[in-house]
């Protein structure tokens, strides 16, 4: 299978998050399991600098958008059994920073335009290509666009995604033409209307063949207008063609047994490197070494999906705990300035470093024993995984990925691999923290074995690259040898591959996570007929949109910055096929909310106390255990023959 990824930043060669990190780890894993992979991604200013001197000039061609004539060099390089692309034009990509420049929708326009343009240039012709964000979002537009004339271009499959939703690509429907390129008709029939505004990642999902976003409960939860920044209507839409893949990490850089960044290397088998790493962490940031005090730690921008707030409200009574805290992480001044202020009031006890330190992030994933992820959303999320990696228990609000990744534990029968609360209350998440911590201070045998299985996760970019070949299969009507690790179990007698993470603990698993996401996962439906050229294509489910008539803007304003238009909103409008009722019923926890704090109440986790207990009557408990687990296994395989 021929694949074309297309992203706006990819590791090693340029991030400003997440994205950078997948991006720079699923190619290679595809190309691992038999694919041919190709990754094409703007030369930037600091790709120039850093690594201009490996690259391979190509050829170059001319793009053509709206009325420029552009110049483009193709750039590429081999690397883990893929080749890198870099499109150049240095009026577009020769600047210090990726993003946040005035003109972005004009460089990403040139960019997506230009992917299409130099598909004649690669090495070869993609089956599928998956696109990323907002950014590539213009490239399965163009390619229906394209389409039209030439059967070459429908004879590619799309994928697009979503990686932050909060991100949409948003301008005023007057650059449709002028900067885009586009037909009025893409917005008169809606396909890239919302609210008023041109939306580029709405388009791309309409048009695209596949949906998917990064882990599986956020593709649930972008059904949902407390997620879905205005686009639930559309994703419920194309539910049908939606799916979620966990990401992963890269398991070979994050080996706490082998990493060269800390200072002891440690295993689940020997952890006495983790106590040398975390009296190194305490000297490193200034607090009191002291062996037997919980290191609470974030590594996190410090934004407000990040579940910020809750901290500030409880920070007193989390650190009336015997805990530290260490904080490391930039972002927006009032959180900067609340972390401040918290750390001169505890010396010794807490210390905040705002900064983006990659040797003293490693230093805090190695050394700190709990680590906290109480989002208001996010979408996979990589440190809780890295967290785990290395030992350090994970405390998370069960949203998005962390829902997938962590499960809570459940100490009276050694199940789970860290603590969650479901709420946004901070009264919740105290509760929660202040049950680790005190498993922590007085089961410390209970603890060591929470953090093992916290360690043997598995976390890695194979399982995850199968089911993205799994989507690419479906869409592209292929059959693909998906257990290729499994049928070469079968060849050589070794045993095939561990199961995926949320799958390597079922038991821990509650009932209730029977992901509606696995019934909307496209593998499951029939391949999809051939296509029908664009422009024949029913139109998006929106109404025909009366085009209003925006007020003339002179400048190409990006919407973001104009007040959002009271609109016949289509993204509201039922979709015909939306089987959306049982997502809402699956997940009410999950709904908005919770504004007030309410009192820490008992989840489907066992408290400290039970533990106590437990602890001692293990025996007693015993009988109840297995047929708790038997009735819960009973569930997953309803599950499973369900499926
Ligand atoms: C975005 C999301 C984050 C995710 C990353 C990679 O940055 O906010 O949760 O892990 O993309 O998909």
Same mark, same amino acid.
């Given at each position: 299978m021929k694949i074309l990824y297309v992203t706006s930043e990819a590791v090693p060669f340029c991030k400003t998050g997440g994205l950078a990190d997948v991006a720079g780890s699923l190619p290679p894993a595809l190309a691992e399991q038999g694919a041919e992979v190709a990754v094409v991604l703007p030369l930037y200013e600091r790709i120039r600098d850093r690594y201009g001197s490996q690259l391979t000039f190509e050829c170059y061609d001319y793009v053509d958008l709206a009325w420029r004539h552009s110049y483009c060099g193709l750039f590429s390089m081999e690397k883990d059994g893929v080749t890198w692309y870099f499109l150049d034009n240095e009026q577009y990509f020769n600047r210090g920073s990726l993003y946040g420049q005035a003109d972005d929708g004009e460089r990403f326009a040139f960019f997506s335009r230009a992917v299409v343009r130099m598909l004649d240039h690669f090495k070869f012709w993609p089956e599928v290509i998956n696109c990323n964000d907002w950014q590539s979002a213009l490239v399965p537009i163009y390619l229906k666009d394209d389409g039209v004339r030439e059967e070459r271009y429908r004879s590619i499959k799309t994928v697009v995604t979503i990686h932050?939703? @909060?991100y949409q690509g948003r301008y005023n429907?007057?650059?449709?033409?002028?900067?885009?390129?586009?037909?009025?008709g893409w917005v008169k029939d809606g396909t890239l209307l919302m609210d008023g505004d041109v939306n580029l990642l709405k388009g791309a999902i309409l048009c695209a063949d596949a949906v998917n976003a990064v882990s599986p409960t956020y593709a649930n939860e972008l059904k949902m207008p407390y997620f879905a920044h205005r686009m639930e209507g559309i994703m419920r839409q194309c539910s049908n063609k939606l799916s979620g893949v966990l990401n992963g990490i890269d398991m070979k850089l994050y080996d706490p047994r082998t990493d060269s960044r800390i200072v002891k290397n440690f295993s689940a088998e020997d952890m006495s490197g983790k106590d040398e790493c975390k009296a190194e962490l305490q000297r490193m940031v200034g607090?009191?070494? @002291?062996?037997?005090t919980p290191i609470v730690a974030m590594v996190s921008r410090l934004v407000s999906h990040k579940g910020l707030d809750l901290i500030c409200e409880v920070l007193h009574d989390m650190m009336e705990l015997p805990i530290q805290l260490v904080v490391l992480g930039t972002g927006d001044q009032r959180y900067e300035e609340f972390f401040h202020w918290a750390a001169q009031q505890y010396p010794g006890r807490m210390s905040v470093r705002m900064d983006y330190n990659e040797d003293l992030s490693m230093a805090i994933y190695a050394g700190a024993d709990l680590f906290l992820m109480p989002s208001k959303s996010e979408p996979c999320g990589l440190s809780q995984m890295i967290a785990m990696r290395y030992g350090t228990v994970p405390i998370v609000r069960e949203t998005g990925g962390l829902k997938d990744t962590v499960q809570p534990c459940e100490s009276w029968r050694d199940a789970g691999n860290g603590f969650s609360f479901t709420n946004y209350s901070s009264g919740d998440m105290l509760h929660v923290i202040r049950e680790a911590v005190y498993l922590y201070k007085d089961y410390p045998d209970v603890f060591g074995r929470l953090r093992q299985r916290a360690m043997s996760g598995d976390f890695s970019w194979a399982r995850s690259a199968r089911e993205y070949l799994r989507i690419y299969a479906t869409i592209t009507g292929q059959t693909w040898p998906i257990h290729s690790d499994t049928r070469r179990a079968a060849e050589t007698g070794e045993p095939a591959e561990e199961a995926a993470p949320f799958e390597a603990a079922p038991e821990a698993a509650p009932v209730e996570e029977a992901a509606p996401v696995e019934e909307a996962?496209?593998?499951?439906?029939p391949a999809p007929a051939e296509e029908p050229a664009p422009a024949e294509e029913p139109a998006p489910a929106e109404e025909p949109a009366p085009v209003e008539e925006p007020a003339p803007v002179e400048e190409p304003a990006p919407?973001?910055?104009a007040a959002p238009v009271e609109e016949?909103?289509?993204?509201?409008e039922p979709a015909p096929v939306v089987e959306a009722a049982p997502v809402v019923e699956a997940a009410p926890a999950e709904e908005p909310a919770p504004v007030e704090e309410k009192p820490a109440k008992k989840t489907r986790k066992t408290t400290a106390k039970t533990a106590e207990k437990s602890e001692k009557a293990v025996k007693k408990t015993e009988k109840k255990a297995v047929k708790k687990t038997s009735t819960k296994k009973g569930t997953a395989g309803k599950k499973k023959s369900a499926e």
């Open positions: 932050n939703i @909060e429907p007057y650059v449709l033409g002028e900067l885009f390129g586009l037909d009025a607090l009191r070494e @002291e062996a037997h996962v496209p593998a499951e439906e919407a973001e910055e016949a909103a289509p993204a509201e």
